[in-house]
T-cell receptor
Framework: NAGVMQNPRHLVRRRGQEARLRCSPMKGHSHVYWYRQLPEEGLKFMVYLQKENIIDESGMPKERFSAEFPKEGPSILRIQQVVRGDSAAYFC??????????????FGQGTRLTVV | DAKTTQPNSMESNEEEPVHLPCNHSTISGTDYIHWYRQLPSQGPEYVIHGLTSNVNNRMASLAIAEDRKSSTLILHRATLRDAAVYYCIPTNAGGTSYGKLTFGQGTILTVHP
């Protein structure tokens, strides 16, 4: 049973380009979370999605960032017109249940975005 | 969100036990206490969680104070692979906060050979 798969592992974009980060949750998991870790900082929650629904996007920047989790296929975190401050590690996590107080979240290895 | 306080860093020798403390004095009665760790250049990894009773699994033990205002993660025999940042995370009860993990600064554990 493969774990949470994120790709690409490393992504380099020039300022102004778009970045698309993909996350395939573990088999049977229908809840996906995205986190961002800026250099030398802690992990910050960005968005929580279920299939075809955004449940909580309280951590998403208001502009240029969007996320989706379609009925078929991976979850996508999209960053338009990237700036140097977007350089960070982006982690995806999945869980089988919404009741994650009493279960664990499984994280991917992350996508390291570098904006040049 | 419940606030947590952890030491910035701790050191241990290989094969010795390690006790990683966490203070969460504002925890609510229905919050679970989760511990995750992050090895260098990797994603976070679940370690253990509990509510009121002490918990054991193959990775570690979790000792929870009777008043639940603090807990201690115990690694019984540290290995070099245990060098990581350890996060203590109370998980919220209710609504859309389910599943949202609030990471603090954590404790950087260094293990010496």
């Amino acid at each position: 049973n493969a774990g949470v798969m994120q790709n690409p592992r490393h992504l380099v974009r020039r300022r102004g380009q778009e970045a698309r980060l993909r996350c395939s949750p573990m088999k049977g998991h229908s809840h996906v979370y995205w986190y961002r870790q800026l250099p030398e900082e802690g992990l910050k929650f960005m968005v929580y999605l279920q299939k075809e629904n955004i449940i909580d996007e309280s951590g998403m920047p208001k502009e240029r960032f969007s996320a989706e989790f379609p009925k078929e296929g991976p979850s996508i975190l999209r960053i338009q017109q990237v700036v140097r401050g977007d350089s960070a590690a982006y982690f995806c996590a999945s869980s089988p249940l919404v009741e994650t107080r009493n279960t664990e979240a499984f994280f991917g290895q992350g996508t390291r975005l570098t904006v040049v | 969100d419940a606030k947590t306080t952890q030491p910035n860093s701790m050191e241990s020798n290989e094969e010795e036990p390690v006790h990683l403390p966490c203070n969460h004095s504002t925890i609510s009665g229905t919050d679970y206490i989760h511990w995750y760790r992050q090895l260098p250049s990797q994603g976070p990894e679940y370690v253990i969680h509990g509510l009121t009773s002490n918990v054991n699994n193959r990775m570690a033990s979790l000792a929870i104070a009777e008043d639940r205002k603090s807990s201690t993660l115990i690694l019984h025999r540290a290995t070099l692979r245990d060098a990581a940042v350890y996060y203590c995370i109370p998980t919220n009860a209710g609504g859309t906060s389910y599943g949202k993990l609030t990471f603090g600064q954590g404790t950087i554990l260094t293990v010496h050979p």
